[in-house]
DNA sequence: GTCTATAGCATGATAGAC
DNA sequence: GTCTATCATGCTATAGAC
């Protein structure tokens, strides 16, 4: 079980945010105590302020390091020339990095609240640039004629709801796979846009 | 401010109930102390305890009168004749409940897992249940050749997903009016299932 | 019906031994 | 680097006065 004493300050912190990622996708931020996230990792409760300063800090860097991943893993995605190859492009790219990591997704939307307001704030600015990515796909799109969307904030909006909802009821080895889930909901989103 | 004594279980039950959800879906279950809900409603902590059994009680009352509200409301809302009728009342009536009532939106979903098991599966039978009108009518135009849908499954959570996202940006007042956003999310629905 | 007071326990965070 | 022990505080829920 749990060792008793030794050096192992390398592994142990990352192994602190797995557990904590996984507990706070779980049980909730709120729900979630110092000395379980310690059981969970297999140290006492004391040994955690090694690796955070408080179990805010541990809620925002993981809140900001999944954020930072995002951005800059679309950044490096290839996304193909014109608004239609690019929609494409992002409705692949954002289902397949989300259920990548369900538990990153599920705790960046539904522990906004439990950040201190300065943590609130950046968060929020990472999420709306994200936002824009989309956004501007499809005012390119619009004003080539290619897409009929009457507002695309609000296209924006719905459509990244409903792409990252797929991360509420998929399973790993279950009726479809993640490549059909993808085709379904792109056709989907294509269809939604088209003219 | 608080009032020292009196009898108002007619009135303070109520306002129990008002306050919980609001302070749920601003805090969250788990942050949120009888405490804290007891000065919201100008009471002592254990006064809380003549019209609610414990937390868990009206966590789950508030949960299971929102989803008892959302059926019983489908049931009664005109729905028209075809599937295309039938889906366009679908989302209207959507938008229109949740944007009557965001709290309850926000807390019956973010809520879920602070659900006792037992609480939870009555929740879910609910939410299952409410699922199923809509994938109903998706398989209705599946069959009379009017939807283009690969798998209704997947397309009713995707399309419930997409109109109750509406409740985490909409304000009341804001650019667009509630009957605009309806259209243009109908809109969307619309093209999304079509041929 | 509401209050005050409190039981019994859990919490976040720190101090100091090893 | 981890442990044990502890502080100060907060929590849910109940008991009993009014």
């Given at each position: 079980m749990a060792r008793k004493t030794g050096s192992h300050s390398d592994i142990t912190g990352p192994r602190v945010r797995e557990a904590a990622l996984r507990l706070f996708a779980r049980q909730g931020y709120?729900?979630?105590?110092?000395?379980?996230?310690?059981?969970?990792?297999?140290?006492?409760?004391?040994?955690?302020?090694?690796?955070?300063?408080?179990?805010?800090?541990?809620?925002?860097?993981?809140?900001?390091?999944?954020?930072?991943?995002?951005?800059?893993?679309?950044?490096?995605?290839?996304?193909?020339?014109?608004?239609?190859?690019?929609?494409?492009?992002?409705?692949?790219?954002?289902?397949?990095?989300?259920?990548?990591?369900?538990?990153?997704?599920?705790v960046s939307y539904m522990e906004l609240r439990n950040l201190e307001p300065a943590?609130?704030?950046?968060?929020?600015?990472?999420?709306?640039?994200?936002?824009?990515?989309?956004?501007?796909?499809?005012?390119?799109?619009?004003?080539?004629?290619?897409?009929?969307v009457p507002d695309t904030k609000l296209a924006t909006l719905a459509l990244i709801a409903m792409l990252t909802g797929v991360t509420t009821w998929y399973r790993e080895g279950g009726r479809l796979s993640r490549a059909r889930v993808g085709q379904i909901y792109w056709d989907m989103v294509r269809k939604s846009v088209g003219a």
């Amino acid at each position: 079980m749990a060792r008793k004493t030794g050096s192992h300050s390398d592994i142990t912190g990352p192994r602190v945010r797995e557990a904590a990622l996984r507990l706070f996708a779980r049980q909730g931020y709120a729900a979630v105590s110092m000395r379980g996230l310690a059981a969970e990792v297999g140290v006492q409760a004391g040994a955690l302020y090694l690796y955070t300063r408080d179990k805010q800090s541990l809620l925002f860097d993981l809140m900001k390091g999944h954020m930072d991943d995002l951005l800059s893993a679309w950044a490096e995605e290839p996304k193909g020339d014109g608004p239609m190859a690019r929609l494409e492009a992002f409705c692949r790219f954002h289902i397949g990095f989300n259920l990548e990591r369900p538990d990153a997704v599920f705790v960046s939307y539904m522990e906004l609240r439990n950040l201190e307001p300065a943590n609130f704030d950046v968060i929020e600015a990472l999420r709306k640039a994200y936002e824009t990515e989309l956004e501007t796909i499809l005012k390119e799109g619009v004003d080539e004629g290619i897409f009929a969307v009457p507002d695309t904030k609000l296209a924006t909006l719905a459509l990244i709801a409903m792409l990252t909802g797929v991360t509420t009821w998929y399973r790993e080895g279950g009726r479809l796979s993640r490549a059909r889930v993808g085709q379904i909901y792109w056709d989907m989103v294509r269809k939604s846009v088209g003219a």
